[in-house]
Protein backbone atom coordinates (compact mmCIF):
# COMPACT_ATOMS: atom_id res chain seq x y z
CA UNK A 1 0.00 0.00 0.00
CA UNK A 2 1.17 3.34 -0.60
CA UNK A 3 1.94 5.94 2.11
CA UNK A 4 2.39 9.45 1.14
CA UNK A 5 4.04 12.10 3.59
CA UNK A 6 4.20 15.83 4.06
CA UNK A 7 7.68 14.89 2.86
CA UNK A 8 7.16 13.50 0.08
CA UNK A 9 4.43 16.58 -0.56
CA UNK A 10 6.57 19.43 0.75
CA UNK A 11 6.01 21.09 -2.94
CA UNK A 12 2.50 20.83 -2.62
CA UNK A 13 -0.21 22.90 -0.74
CA UNK A 14 -1.37 19.76 0.91
CA UNK A 15 -0.30 20.68 4.43
CA UNK A 16 -1.90 24.10 3.91
CA UNK A 17 -5.48 22.63 3.05
CA UNK A 18 -7.91 24.23 5.17
CA UNK A 19 -11.48 23.70 2.97
CA UNK A 20 -11.63 20.59 0.82
CA UNK A 21 -12.31 21.43 -2.91
CA UNK A 22 -16.26 20.97 -3.64
CA UNK A 23 -17.05 19.14 -6.72
CA UNK A 24 -20.39 19.11 -8.06
CA UNK A 25 -21.69 16.37 -10.36
CA UNK A 26 -24.88 16.79 -12.02
CA UNK A 27 -26.44 13.03 -13.53
CA UNK A 28 -28.16 13.54 -16.92
CA UNK A 29 -30.60 10.57 -17.63
CA UNK A 30 -28.89 7.57 -19.18
CA UNK A 31 -25.11 9.28 -17.58
CA UNK A 32 -22.51 6.99 -18.51
CA UNK A 33 -21.78 5.24 -15.18
CA UNK A 34 -17.82 4.14 -16.22
CA UNK A 35 -17.16 7.84 -16.78
CA UNK A 36 -18.64 9.21 -12.77
CA UNK A 37 -16.65 6.19 -11.69
CA UNK A 38 -13.58 7.02 -13.16
CA UNK A 39 -14.26 10.98 -12.25
CA UNK A 40 -15.30 10.41 -8.32
CA UNK A 41 -12.67 7.66 -7.56
CA UNK A 42 -9.57 9.37 -7.93
CA UNK A 43 -10.99 12.29 -5.14
CA UNK A 44 -11.77 9.22 -2.88
CA UNK A 45 -8.18 8.26 -3.18
CA UNK A 46 -6.08 11.47 -3.27
CA UNK A 47 -7.99 12.23 0.26
CA UNK A 48 -7.00 8.61 1.66
CA UNK A 49 -3.34 8.81 0.16
CA UNK A 50 -2.63 12.35 1.85
CA UNK A 51 -4.80 11.87 5.00
CA UNK A 52 -6.52 15.07 4.16
CA UNK A 53 -9.61 16.16 2.75
CA UNK A 54 -8.91 17.70 0.18
CA UNK A 55 -12.07 17.36 -1.82
CA UNK A 56 -15.61 16.71 -1.45
CA UNK A 57 -18.47 16.12 -3.50
CA UNK A 58 -21.87 15.17 -4.25
CA UNK A 59 -24.34 14.05 -6.70
CA UNK A 60 -27.07 16.24 -8.16
CA UNK A 61 -29.74 15.61 -10.51
CA UNK A 62 -32.38 18.17 -11.17
CA UNK A 63 -35.43 16.90 -8.87
CA UNK A 64 -33.07 15.48 -6.98
CA UNK A 65 -34.31 11.83 -7.73
CA UNK A 66 -32.17 9.32 -8.57
CA UNK A 67 -31.99 8.98 -12.39
CA UNK A 68 -30.61 5.45 -14.74
CA UNK A 69 -27.26 5.48 -15.88
CA UNK A 70 -26.88 4.07 -19.45
CA UNK A 71 -26.63 0.69 -17.39
CA UNK A 72 -30.16 1.12 -15.88
CA UNK A 73 -28.57 1.14 -12.90
CA UNK A 74 -29.74 3.59 -10.17
CA UNK A 75 -28.05 5.41 -7.83
CA UNK A 76 -28.37 7.54 -4.87
CA UNK A 77 -27.92 11.37 -5.37
CA UNK A 78 -27.36 13.79 -2.44
CA UNK A 79 -29.75 16.39 -3.51
CA UNK A 80 -31.72 18.58 -6.76
CA UNK A 81 -30.11 21.52 -8.18
CA UNK A 82 -31.97 24.15 -6.09
CA UNK A 83 -31.14 22.76 -3.06
CA UNK A 84 -27.17 22.23 -4.01
CA UNK A 85 -25.02 23.74 -1.47
CA UNK A 86 -21.93 26.40 -2.38
CA UNK A 87 -19.91 24.56 -4.95
CA UNK A 88 -16.02 25.55 -6.23
CA UNK A 89 -16.75 23.33 -9.63
CA UNK A 90 -19.81 21.42 -10.74
CA UNK A 91 -19.15 18.61 -13.76
CA UNK A 92 -22.28 17.44 -15.94
CA UNK A 93 -22.26 14.22 -16.48
CA UNK A 94 -23.56 13.26 -19.86
CA UNK A 95 -24.31 9.65 -21.81
CA UNK A 96 -26.64 8.76 -24.04
CA UNK A 97 -29.82 10.68 -26.15
CA UNK A 98 -28.22 13.78 -24.52
CA UNK A 99 -30.55 15.91 -26.73
CA UNK A 100 -33.61 14.57 -24.37
CA UNK A 101 -31.08 15.01 -21.27
CA UNK A 102 -31.88 18.39 -19.34
CA UNK A 103 -34.23 21.07 -19.69
CA UNK A 104 -34.42 24.65 -20.18
CA UNK A 105 -34.45 24.75 -15.51
CA UNK A 106 -30.92 22.69 -15.80
CA UNK A 107 -29.22 25.53 -18.38
CA UNK A 108 -30.55 28.50 -17.00
CA UNK A 109 -28.88 27.00 -13.61
CA UNK A 110 -25.63 26.27 -15.10
CA UNK A 111 -25.76 29.87 -16.48
CA UNK A 112 -26.37 31.09 -12.65
CA UNK A 113 -23.68 28.95 -11.36
CA UNK A 114 -21.10 30.80 -13.99
CA UNK A 115 -21.80 33.98 -13.08
CA UNK A 116 -21.42 33.09 -9.44
CA UNK A 117 -17.76 32.19 -10.51
CA UNK A 118 -18.44 28.05 -10.12
CA UNK A 119 -15.82 26.26 -12.07
CA UNK A 120 -17.87 24.03 -15.23
CA UNK A 121 -16.76 20.81 -16.60
CA UNK A 122 -18.72 18.51 -19.36
CA UNK A 123 -18.00 14.57 -19.30
CA UNK A 124 -18.88 12.68 -21.98
CA UNK A 125 -21.39 14.02 -23.80
CA UNK A 126 -22.26 16.90 -21.18
CA UNK A 127 -20.69 19.61 -22.52
CA UNK A 128 -23.56 19.75 -24.98
CA UNK A 129 -25.53 21.27 -22.17
CA UNK A 130 -22.70 23.95 -21.36
CA UNK A 131 -22.75 24.33 -24.97
CA UNK A 132 -26.32 25.37 -25.22
CA UNK A 133 -26.34 27.20 -22.54
CA UNK A 134 -23.89 29.26 -24.57
CA UNK A 135 -20.67 28.75 -22.28
CA UNK A 136 -18.30 26.95 -24.83
CA UNK A 137 -18.69 29.76 -26.99
CA UNK A 138 -15.18 30.30 -28.48
CA UNK A 139 -13.64 27.88 -26.35
CA UNK A 140 -11.97 24.28 -27.15
CA UNK A 141 -14.09 21.43 -26.43
CA UNK A 142 -13.01 17.44 -25.71
CA UNK A 143 -16.27 14.71 -26.01
CA UNK A 144 -16.73 11.60 -27.07
CA UNK A 145 -15.79 10.87 -30.53
CA UNK A 146 -19.29 9.36 -31.60
CA UNK A 147 -20.92 12.62 -30.84
CA UNK A 148 -18.27 15.36 -32.21
CA UNK A 149 -20.60 15.40 -35.16
CA UNK A 150 -23.46 16.70 -33.46
CA UNK A 151 -22.16 19.50 -31.31
CA UNK A 152 -20.32 20.38 -34.45
CA UNK A 153 -23.72 20.79 -36.62
CA UNK A 154 -24.96 21.93 -33.33
CA UNK A 155 -23.02 24.89 -32.14
CA UNK A 156 -20.47 25.85 -34.73
CA UNK A 157 -19.06 28.42 -32.29
CA UNK A 158 -17.65 25.52 -30.18
CA UNK A 159 -14.30 24.17 -31.03
CA UNK A 160 -14.18 20.66 -30.88
CA UNK A 161 -11.17 18.70 -30.70
CA UNK A 162 -10.01 15.03 -30.41
CA UNK A 163 -8.58 15.35 -27.03
CA UNK A 164 -8.82 13.04 -24.24
CA UNK A 165 -9.72 16.42 -22.02
CA UNK A 166 -9.40 20.16 -22.52
CA UNK A 167 -8.86 22.50 -19.17
CA UNK A 168 -9.17 26.11 -20.84
CA UNK A 169 -9.89 29.04 -18.33
CA UNK A 170 -12.58 28.19 -16.29
CA UNK A 171 -14.31 25.03 -18.47
CA UNK A 172 -13.21 21.93 -18.25
CA UNK A 173 -14.58 19.49 -20.65
CA UNK A 174 -13.72 15.33 -21.07
CA UNK A 175 -14.19 12.78 -23.78
CA UNK A 176 -15.91 9.76 -21.40
CA UNK A 177 -15.03 6.68 -20.91
CA UNK A 178 -11.98 6.00 -18.49
CA UNK A 179 -10.95 9.80 -19.67
CA UNK A 180 -11.54 11.14 -16.90
CA UNK A 181 -9.36 9.18 -14.75
CA UNK A 182 -6.57 10.75 -16.49
CA UNK A 183 -8.32 14.19 -16.21
CA UNK A 184 -8.58 14.26 -12.16
CA UNK A 185 -5.32 12.59 -11.74
CA UNK A 186 -3.90 15.58 -14.01
CA UNK A 187 -5.80 18.01 -12.04
CA UNK A 188 -4.80 16.67 -8.64
CA UNK A 189 -1.23 16.37 -9.91
CA UNK A 190 -0.88 20.13 -10.47
CA UNK A 191 -2.88 21.14 -7.53
CA UNK A 192 -0.93 18.81 -4.82
CA UNK A 193 1.76 17.29 -6.27
CA UNK A 194 2.84 14.46 -9.06
CA UNK A 195 4.00 12.36 -6.30
CA UNK A 196 0.25 12.42 -5.00
CA UNK A 197 -1.38 11.66 -8.55
CA UNK A 198 1.10 9.42 -9.36
CA UNK A 199 0.24 7.55 -6.06
CA UNK A 200 -2.94 7.24 -7.23
CA UNK A 201 -2.13 5.75 -10.21
CA UNK A 202 -0.26 2.93 -8.56
CA UNK A 203 -3.35 2.43 -6.75
CA UNK A 204 -5.63 2.14 -9.57
CA UNK A 205 -2.96 -0.39 -11.45
CA UNK A 206 -2.14 2.22 -14.10
CA UNK A 207 0.70 1.80 -16.49
CA UNK A 208 1.06 5.60 -16.90
CA UNK A 209 -1.40 8.97 -16.85
CA UNK A 210 -2.49 10.41 -20.12
CA UNK A 211 -2.46 13.97 -20.16
CA UNK A 212 -4.04 17.31 -22.37
CA UNK A 213 -2.16 16.11 -25.13
CA UNK A 214 -3.35 12.40 -25.99
CA UNK A 215 -5.85 11.83 -28.08
CA UNK A 216 -9.06 9.53 -28.02
CA UNK A 217 -8.91 6.33 -30.33
CA UNK A 218 -10.94 6.81 -32.81
CA UNK A 219 -12.38 3.77 -35.02
CA UNK A 220 -10.50 3.56 -38.84
CA UNK A 221 -7.66 5.04 -37.81
CA UNK A 222 -6.21 2.97 -35.01
CA UNK A 223 -7.35 0.06 -35.86
CA UNK A 224 -4.59 -0.11 -37.94
CA UNK A 225 -1.79 -0.66 -35.11
CA UNK A 226 1.20 0.26 -36.05
CA UNK A 227 1.53 1.43 -39.67
CA UNK A 228 4.01 3.14 -42.12
CA UNK A 229 3.69 6.99 -41.55
CA UNK A 230 2.71 7.27 -45.13
CA UNK A 231 -0.41 4.88 -44.68
CA UNK A 232 -1.13 7.34 -41.50
CA UNK A 233 -0.58 10.44 -43.53
CA UNK A 234 -2.76 9.04 -46.59
CA UNK A 235 -6.13 8.20 -43.82
CA UNK A 236 -5.29 11.58 -42.36
CA UNK A 237 -5.48 13.19 -45.78
CA UNK A 238 -8.84 11.17 -46.39
CA UNK A 239 -10.35 12.54 -42.85
CA UNK A 240 -9.74 15.77 -43.92
CA UNK A 241 -11.27 15.68 -47.04
CA UNK A 242 -14.81 14.20 -46.80
CA UNK A 243 -17.55 16.97 -48.34
CA UNK A 244 -14.88 17.04 -51.16
CA UNK A 245 -12.98 13.61 -52.16
CA UNK A 246 -9.35 14.03 -53.66
CA UNK A 247 -8.75 11.75 -56.47
CA UNK A 248 -6.44 8.75 -56.03
CA UNK A 249 -3.78 10.68 -57.89
CA UNK A 250 -4.10 14.02 -56.11
CA UNK A 251 -3.46 12.14 -53.15
CA UNK A 252 -0.79 9.69 -53.96
CA UNK A 253 0.78 13.47 -55.20
CA UNK A 254 0.45 14.64 -52.23
CA UNK A 255 1.84 11.78 -50.43
CA UNK A 256 4.70 12.20 -52.65
CA UNK A 257 4.59 8.79 -53.96
CA UNK A 258 2.88 7.04 -57.23
CA UNK A 259 -0.71 5.94 -57.54
CA UNK A 260 0.74 1.89 -57.93
CA UNK A 261 2.71 2.47 -54.46
CA UNK A 262 -0.17 3.60 -52.56
CA UNK A 263 -2.49 1.26 -53.54
CA UNK A 264 0.28 -1.54 -52.45
CA UNK A 265 0.81 0.53 -49.01
CA UNK A 266 -3.27 -0.21 -48.56
CA UNK A 267 -3.41 -3.70 -50.12
CA UNK A 268 -0.41 -4.85 -47.89
CA UNK A 269 -1.64 -2.73 -44.38
CA UNK A 270 -5.14 -3.01 -44.38
CA UNK A 271 -6.05 -5.45 -47.18
CA UNK A 272 -8.35 -3.45 -49.28
CA UNK A 273 -8.16 -0.56 -51.78
CA UNK A 274 -7.30 3.33 -51.07
CA UNK A 275 -10.58 4.17 -53.14
CA UNK A 276 -12.39 0.93 -50.77
CA UNK A 277 -11.53 2.36 -47.89
CA UNK A 278 -12.02 6.10 -48.97
CA UNK A 279 -15.58 5.14 -49.58
CA UNK A 280 -16.08 3.58 -46.25
CA UNK A 281 -14.44 6.22 -44.52
CA UNK A 282 -17.16 8.74 -45.79
CA UNK A 283 -20.18 6.35 -45.70
CA UNK A 284 -18.91 5.90 -41.92
CA UNK A 285 -19.14 9.45 -41.64
CA UNK A 286 -22.65 9.78 -43.30
CA UNK A 287 -23.88 7.16 -40.36
CA UNK A 288 -23.15 9.42 -37.79
CA UNK A 289 -24.92 12.10 -39.24
CA UNK A 290 -28.14 9.93 -39.85
CA UNK A 291 -28.03 8.73 -36.20
CA UNK A 292 -26.95 12.47 -34.65
CA UNK A 293 -28.56 14.85 -36.83
CA UNK A 294 -31.66 16.28 -38.24
CA UNK A 295 -30.03 16.94 -41.64
CA UNK A 296 -31.64 16.06 -44.55
CA UNK A 297 -30.62 12.74 -46.25
CA UNK A 298 -29.51 14.66 -49.42
CA UNK A 299 -27.78 17.42 -47.19
CA UNK A 300 -25.70 14.51 -45.96
CA UNK A 301 -25.02 12.61 -49.32
CA UNK A 302 -23.42 15.97 -50.39
CA UNK A 303 -21.81 16.58 -47.03
CA UNK A 304 -20.07 13.31 -47.59
CA UNK A 305 -18.91 14.04 -50.87
CA UNK A 306 -21.89 11.90 -52.79
CA UNK A 307 -22.42 13.50 -56.42
CA UNK A 308 -26.30 12.70 -55.71
CA UNK A 309 -28.90 11.14 -53.24
CA UNK A 310 -29.49 8.00 -55.59
CA UNK A 311 -25.79 7.40 -55.54
CA UNK A 312 -25.34 8.17 -52.17
CA UNK A 313 -28.04 5.70 -51.32
CA UNK A 314 -26.87 2.79 -53.60
CA UNK A 315 -23.40 3.16 -51.96
CA UNK A 316 -25.02 2.81 -48.57
CA UNK A 317 -27.33 0.01 -49.02
CA UNK A 318 -24.69 -1.84 -50.75
CA UNK A 319 -22.23 -1.29 -47.82
CA UNK A 320 -24.17 -0.95 -45.13
CA UNK A 321 -26.98 -3.68 -45.78
CA UNK A 322 -30.03 -1.14 -45.45
CA UNK A 323 -30.76 2.42 -46.64
CA UNK A 324 -29.89 5.75 -45.12
CA UNK A 325 -33.62 5.97 -44.60
CA UNK A 326 -33.84 2.30 -42.92
CA UNK A 327 -31.01 3.46 -41.02
CA UNK A 328 -32.29 6.82 -39.79
CA UNK A 329 -35.42 4.91 -38.75
CA UNK A 330 -34.00 2.31 -36.57
CA UNK A 331 -32.82 4.97 -34.31
CA UNK A 332 -35.88 7.07 -34.66
CA UNK A 333 -39.32 7.25 -34.18
CA UNK A 334 -41.89 9.57 -35.59
CA UNK A 335 -44.34 11.87 -32.93
CA UNK A 336 -47.88 11.18 -34.23
CA UNK A 337 -48.60 14.38 -32.80
CA UNK A 338 -45.71 16.12 -34.95
CA UNK A 339 -45.52 16.74 -39.00
CA UNK A 340 -43.56 14.16 -40.73
CA UNK A 341 -40.19 16.33 -40.35
CA UNK A 342 -36.65 15.01 -38.88
CA UNK A 343 -36.91 18.00 -36.36
CA UNK A 344 -39.93 16.46 -35.00
CA UNK A 345 -38.34 13.05 -34.27
CA UNK A 346 -37.89 11.52 -30.90
CA UNK A 347 -35.49 9.01 -30.34
CA UNK A 348 -36.49 5.38 -29.05
CA UNK A 349 -36.80 4.38 -25.63
CA UNK A 350 -32.63 5.19 -24.63
CA UNK A 351 -32.06 2.11 -22.83
CA UNK A 352 -32.79 -0.20 -26.42
CA UNK A 353 -30.69 2.41 -28.32
CA UNK A 354 -26.88 1.92 -29.13
CA UNK A 355 -25.49 3.92 -31.87
CA UNK A 356 -25.20 1.26 -34.67
CA UNK A 357 -21.95 3.10 -35.63
CA UNK A 358 -20.54 2.07 -32.94
CA UNK A 359 -21.76 -1.30 -32.85
CA UNK A 360 -18.41 -4.76 -33.44
CA UNK A 361 -19.12 -7.72 -35.48
CA UNK A 362 -18.31 -10.20 -32.85
CA UNK A 363 -16.46 -13.71 -34.43
CA UNK A 364 -17.71 -16.75 -32.72
CA UNK A 365 -14.94 -18.86 -34.07
CA UNK A 366 -12.25 -16.23 -31.97
Wanted: contains cysteine.
Amino acid sequence: MTSLTNNNLASSKSSSVSEPTRIGFLLLHNYTLISLACAVEPLRMANRLSEKELYSWVLLTEDGEPVAASDGIRAHVDAAIGDAQTLDVLFVVGGMDIDHAYTPRVIDWLKKLDKSGVQLGGICTGAMALAQAHLLDGKECSMHWETMVLMQERHPQVECNNHLFTVEGNRITCSGGTAPLDMMLNIIGKAYGKALSQGISEMFILDRIRDQTDNQKVPLRYTMGVAPPKLIEATTLMEANIEEPLSLVELAQLLGISRRQMERLFKNNLDCAPSRYYLLLRLHCARRLLKQTSLSIIDISSSCGFVSRPHFSRCYASHMGLTPREERSAAFIEDPSAETNYTDLQLEDPALYEPHYGRVTVDPSA
